[in-house]
């Protein structure tokens, strides 16, 4: 029963992102999304908390990231999160490519209230999740071991230290939540938004590991993700 509300009011989070864009063009949509995804970035490096110095190390070595400049949170009892954004992955010179675009769904079950806007940042600390995300879309967790820390003032982030995970996540947000963490979240390919941006056949795994396709407005974004 808990499962089944989970997916219908994730569908309602789905239905509402797309009634909110379906007004917009698909590829001013993904350019906002990049130019989004580029301040969120920038957010994350030029605060001092003991978090954000986390975020900047933990991008050092990445071998990616995944950037929701404007997941929404909502619940009552039923919890549900949605978001659109970007995935941007080094090459094996250390560069980093151009983004992919994804949306997240993620759903919980509990004693949880409240709604909330926030930027997530997922830092891919190894190959192996990469290439999850890339060839097989779906969950978070399982055999991807992640961990979710909180950038925010009075708000600690000591689960981020977890050396061993493949998936370091890290969010600022307002609002007032209380509940689920992205254990279980959904990723999904958004190819409607990387063919607008880029053309015919782009796909996440075109883009990312193929390496077919640019585009010079994500430029900055790279460059932000670039830690001297």
Same mark, same amino acid.
């Given at each position: 029963? #808990?499962?089944? !509300? @989970?997916?219908?009011?994730? *569908?309602? +989070?789905?239905?509402? $992102?797309?009634?909110?864009?379906?007004?917009?063009? $698909?590829?001013?949509?993904?350019?906002?999304?990049?130019?989004?995804?580029?301040?969120?970035?920038?957010?994350?490096?030029?605060?001092?908390?003991? %978090?954000?110095?986390?975020?900047?190390?933990? $991008?050092?070595?990445?071998?990616?990231?995944?950037?929701? %400049? *404007? &997941?929404?949170?909502?619940?009552?009892?039923?919890? &549900?999160?949605?978001?659109?954004? +970007?995935?941007?992955?080094?090459?094996?010179?250390?560069?980093?490519?151009? %983004?992919? !675009?994804?949306?997240? *769904?993620?759903?919980?079950?509990?004693?949880? +209230?409240?709604?909330?806007?926030?930027? /997530?940042?997922?830092?891919?600390?190894?190959?192996?999740?990469?290439?999850? /995300? /890339?060839?097989?879309?779906?969950?978070?967790?399982?055999?991807?071991?992640? @961990?979710?820390?909180?950038?925010?003032?009075? =708000?600690?982030?000591?689960?981020?230290?977890?050396?061993?995970?493949?998936?370091?996540?890290?969010?600022?947000?307002?609002?007032?939540?209380? *509940?689920?963490?992205?254990?279980?979240?959904?990723? #999904?390919?958004?190819?409607?938004?990387?063919?607008?941006?880029?053309?015919?056949?782009?796909?996440?795994?075109?883009?990312?590991?193929?390496?077919?396709?640019?585009?010079?407005?994500?430029?900055?974004?790279?460059?932000? $993700?670039? =830690?001297?």
């Amino acid at each position: 029963m #808990a499962k089944a !509300f @989970t997916w219908v009011f994730l *569908g309602f +989070v789905a239905l509402g $992102l797309s009634a909110c864009a379906k007004n917009i063009p $698909l590829k001013s949509e993904a350019e906002a999304l990049v130019d989004q995804a580029r301040w969120t970035v920038e957010m994350f490096k030029e605060r001092n908390d003991e %978090p954000d110095q986390a975020f900047r190390a933990a $991008l050092k070595d990445a071998s990616g990231i995944v950037i929701f %400049p *404007g &997941a929404v949170k909502g619940a009552f009892i039923v919890g &549900a999160e949605g978001g659109n954004g +970007v995935l941007v992955a080094r090459d094996d010179t250390g560069v980093w490519g151009y %983004p992919a !675009f994804y949306t997240l *769904g993620a759903g919980s079950f509990g004693l949880q +209230v409240g709604a909330q806007s926030s930027e /997530i940042v997922l830092v891919l600390r190894t190959q192996k999740a990469l290439q999850a /995300i /890339i060839n097989n879309q779906g969950k978070l967790g399982g055999n991807i071991q992640m @961990t979710m820390g909180q950038v925010g003032a009075g =708000i600690g982030a000591a689960t981020t230290t977890n050396v061993g995970a493949d998936i370091v996540g890290f969010a600022h947000g307002a609002g007032v939540y209380a *509940g689920a963490s992205l254990e279980g979240a959904v990723l #999904a390919r958004r190819n409607d938004l990387n063919q607008a941006y880029y053309g015919k056949g782009a796909t996440p795994q075109t883009i990312v590991f193929d390496q077919r396709f640019a585009n010079p407005q994500a430029d900055p974004l790279r460059l932000s $993700l670039a =830690i001297n």
